[in-house]
């Protein structure tokens, strides 16, 4: 079982990382060609869609796996929760289009309304996408999934770079890109436009068919995960859709830019939570599943802060290879507080299982929305009165770490999980304090800081010896 998952995880891995290194190795060109107010522009356009996509797709992706569970549901499911996405992406794109100036202006691209109608287009096609790509996952398909997402990142980023170094700007100019931060947002465009491609074999399965009594279901379950999939967007993305205006826009810039490099931390949490969800779904009714949950949520534990103290101990290196712009540099120290908080929301998501397996969705909600309370609290406070950027992303840090304690403590009131909190609990300390060391007094000294990181891979291996000699011998 553990083969298996370990398995599809990393092949979901590939599907999730692989575009994500693929667009992280063109942030280099990004970060190059666009100054730091052309990024700051970019990336409160990306903060906005990500918004979008939560409202628009409702939750519907979790619903799927968790109807499509029961037996003799999984096409009635498929076909109901495609035709209400098609719905909800349809009556968007239209609204976009007809109110498209006065969205811009309102939104502050007066110059600029075509932004909108890509944003909306985006949007459109990502929706779309959401239930297909979910039949993948369920039919345990990681190597199509992953495929297409591959395909897909590598379309939009030779499709960047096209336009940034061989396609004429006469031709650019012709389709209204007029400026050099226009040219990946539209490479987006193209790339969601080929995924509909690339998916339409799996499109096409869909019938004429909406069952009533099932959607009432479905939108009773996913309403309170769509609520907690916007407070998780608050979380990610509500520091950089206000920090333009609130710091100079070299800041926000260099904030975004930055940004970027903890992403790898993201790509883990990402990987790990492909892999795990409908897993989580299929174990829920097995006798053991309690401590198949404890279990998993160890090992991600263990190899999270592994990952997690890797990239923090070379940020010297990745920096001048992935932030070739040294004055991006002045928001560096955000990185290893973001990939740490990255780190947390992934126990987290491990810790919510509970919630979700009970068809307690809705105090997923409240936890979600407690968290995104705090980080837009803790956002404005560092923002309007102190013009600190370094204070957005504690508050993302600080967000992550209650919600995390809260999802804990809920669920063993009301669905216990033996978690080894003790074991757990030391490895999160021992990576603070290494963290600590490297950035306050190595000063991310690549040499050193890898010294101490050997070190931490060292203790953690001789604490969990028994769980890896045991792997061992069973594999």
């Known amino acids: 079982m553990y083969k298996k998952l370990l398995g599809q995880t990393i092949i979901y891995g590939v599907g999730a990382i692989a575009p994500r290194i693929i667009l992280f190795i063109l942030n280099p060109l990004l970060i190059y060609k666009i100054p730091n107010e052309g990024f700051a522009t970019f990336t409160q356009l990306y903060a906005w869609i990500s918004f979008v996509n939560i409202i628009l797709s409702f939750g519907f992706e979790t619903a799927y796996f968790r109807f499509s569970a029961e037996e003799g549901n999984e096409k009635k499911t498929f076909n109901t929760s495609f035709w209400f996405l098609f719905s909800t992406s349809t009556v968007f794109l239209a609204l976009c289009y007809l109110f498209n100036q006065q969205l811009a202006d309102y939104a502050g691209y007066h110059d600029n309304p075509e932004y909108i109608k890509w944003f909306a287009m985006i949007a459109f096609f990502d929706n779309l ?67 509909f491609l690339l998916l339409l074999p799996i499109i096409v399965k869909v019938r004429f068919q909406f069952i009533t009594s099932l959607f009432r279901r479905m939108i009773k379950y996913s309403f309170p995960l769509m609520l907690a999939g916007l407070a998780f967007m608050v979380n990610e993305n509500f520091d950089k859709s206000i920090q333009k205006g609130l710091i100079s826009d070299e800041e926000a810039g260099a904030y975004g830019g930055c940004y970027k490099l903890a992403v790898l931390m993201t790509l883990f949490v990402t990987a790990y939570r492909m892999g795990i969800e409908p897993f989580f779904f299929k174990q829920m009714d097995k006798g053991d599943s309690k401590k198949t949950y404890a279990k998993v949520a160890e090992y991600f534990a263990f190899f999270a802060c592994a990952v997690a103290l890797g990239i923090i101990a070379n940020i010297s290196w990745l920096k001048s290879v992935f932030i070739p712009n040294k004055s991006y540099w002045i928001a560096i120290d955000i990185i290893p507080i973001i990939v740490l908080a990255n780190l947390c929301f992934g126990i987290y998501y491990n810790f919510s299982t509970w919630y979700k397996v009970t068809d307690r969705t809705s105090v997923g909600t409240i936890i979600s929305w407690l ?91 001789y604490s969990e010896k028994d769980m890896i000699l045991s792997r061992i011998k069973k594999s």
């Open 129 to 195: 996408l959401v239930i297909p790509f979910a039949w993948l996952r369920f039919h345990n398909k990681p190597i199509k999934y992953s495929v297409v997402r591959i395909v897909q990142a590598i379309f939009q980023a030779v499709f960047t770079a096209a336009l940034f170094f061989w396609i004429p700007q006469s031709i650019s100019r012709s389709f209204g890109l007029d400026q050099n931060v226009d040219y990946p947002f539209f490479s987006n465009l193209a790339g969601s436009a080929l995924g």
């Open 371 to 461: 968290g995104a309370g705090i980080n837009i609290a803790l956002n404005l406070l560092a923002l309007k009165y102190f013009r600190s950027m370094i204070g957005s992303a504690w508050a993302t840090f600080g967000a992550y770490v209650i919600m995390m304690i809260v999802s804990y403590l809920l669920g063993q009131k009301y669905y216990p999980i033996p978690y080894r909190m003790k074991k757990m609990s030391f490895f999160l300390i021992l990576l603070g304090v290494f963290s600590f060391i490297i950035v306050k007094y190595l000063n991310y000294n690549i040499l050193m800081s890898n010294v101490l990181f050997l070190i931490f891979i060292g203790i953690l291996f």
